[in-house]
């Protein structure tokens, strides 16, 4: 046995343990797509989709998706260096007149925005300072920028939405530039970001700007939709959003949204974007198709799935859950302990309604949870249905009197 064999299967010790057990709740597979569902063979309503708008199966989109399957086929086989079509521009155009900025530039990946996002504006003239509580996304391409050879940023960590701290490591940070790191609404905990204190705290000091992660907040926050900046009224005080299509716009594909300098900046020195294959036209008219409706009816869209989520969240509260720091649609049902979260998660799915676990490391010990998204898509009955089993088994399994479980026999 290889050192690589032995470091597998040393740590894949865990989710042997839960297949044994028959509580590993990962990598499902889906044999149709949606909120709803079929997996194995029944119908599963999922709550853990991201497709907060519930406009991914829309039929305009699938009609425009299959319309530019038949002209440009599934991929361009290239970069965009050599494999820009009118369709990328068009639509790059028009997210940065709807979202207000000057230009916008489309990765194929949202995780890939952020890398080559990060890795092209920092150097060693530039402290980067995170939330720790930063997405995967934002770690990982610090981690990139601070690996370069002779070019590498300071990092340096705040405590999560504390202006207090922010402020702390602006005033101590060893570099003349500094890009602080947030996210508008945080996917694991279901909060929003304090965007006006930390952007005061930021604006204190010259050399200091705020780069922001919006894919939960797009679609969902602001009168339209725009996102976090909108809800607030902070237009031209962020000079640098990253977002997603992999969300409200059905698809899959990164937003970088700036002033024009310093998106062509990215767009020629973004090794994420130079050296990764082209956003499929398909995935591009999919987002396009969905913008119009943004455009159309966004206000109508989002006003729902508010309304749906301010019922579940009522509900949930009502009941006794602890939904942890969430105020979004995104609500955390804290479990606390890994066996409760896996054991619940379990006889959910086997009822018909999918909530994926959050457990160590995703997430710190004691503070399991499952997700709950709730979407504009999800029917009361879906609701209903949901808070029904939730109960059932929340009293169950001991998660709404927080007593212990029983320890699980060998």
Same mark, same amino acid.
């Given at each position: 046995m290889s050192w690589m064999h032995k470091k597998a299967h040393d740590a894949l010790a865990r989710i042997r343990e839960a297949k044994d057990k028959q509580v590993y709740p990962y990598f499902r597979q889906f044999e149709s797509g949606g909120l709803h569902a079929t997996i194995d063979g029944k119908p599963i309503i999922? !709550?853990?989709?991201?497709?907060?708008?519930?406009?991914?199966?829309h039929p305009k989109v699938k009609e425009a998706s299959i319309a530019a399957v038949k002209k440009y086929s599934c991929g361009l086989s290239s970069s965009r260096v050599q494999a820009t079509t009118t369709a990328h521009v068009e639509l790059e155009e028009r997210l940065a007149n709807w979202f207000g900025f000057e230009k916008c530039l489309t990765f194929t990946t949202g995780y890939q925005a952020m890398v080559g996002t990060i890795m092209s504006l920092a150097d060693k003239d530039t402290t980067l300072i995170l939330d720790n509580l930063a997405h995967a996304c934002i770690l990982d391409g610090t !981690?990139? +920028?601070a690996g370069t050879p002779r070019n590498a940023p300071e990092?340096? !960590?705040f405590n999560h939405n504390s202006a207090r701290s922010l402020r702390r490591v602006l005033k101590t940070r060893e570099r003349e530039n500094a890009l602080v790191c947030i996210e508008g609404i945080y996917s694991l905990d279901g909060d929003e970001a304090k965007l006006s204190e930390l952007l005061e705290a930021t604006e204190e000091h010259e050399n200091a700007a705020i780069l922001l992660d919006d894919a939960h907040g797009t679609g969902t926050l602001g009168k339209g939709g725009r996102g976090i900046i909108e809800k607030y009224g902070f237009e031209g005080r962020v000079p640098v959003v990253v977002s997603t299509?992999?969300?409200t716009f059905g698809g899959i594909g990164g937003i970088l949204l700036g002033d024009a300098d310093i998106v062509d900046h990215v767009k020629h020195f973004a090794r994420s974007f130079l050296f990764? +294959?082209? =956003?499929?036209v398909p995935v591009v008219a999919a987002a396009a198709t969905i913008l119009d409706m943004l455009e159309d009816h966004g206000e109508a869209?989002?006003?729902? =799935?508010?309304?749906? +989520? +301010?019922?579940m969240r009522k509900s949930l509260l009502e009941i006794g859950f602890d939904l942890g720091d969430s105020d979004t649609h995104i609500m955390p049902v804290m479990c606390r302990e890994e066996r409760k979260a896996l054991f619940t998660h379990v006889a959910m799915f086997e009822s018909g309604v999918m909530m994926v676990p959050i457990t160590y490391p995703g997430v710190k010990k004691g503070e399991e949870r499952l997700r709950l998204n709730v979407t504009r898509g999800h029917s009361r009955e879906d609701m209903d249905q949901a808070l029904e089993l939730l109960k059932l088994f929340g009293e169950s399994f001991f998660i709404l009197s927080g007593e212990e479980l029983a320890p699980m026999e060998e």
């Open positions: 999922n !709550f853990s989709s991201n497709d907060y708008l519930g406009l991914t199966t !981690f990139m +920028a990092v340096r !960590f299509f992999s969300k990764s +294959a082209s =956003l499929p869209l989002v006003s729902e =799935l508010h309304s749906k +989520a +301010a019922y």
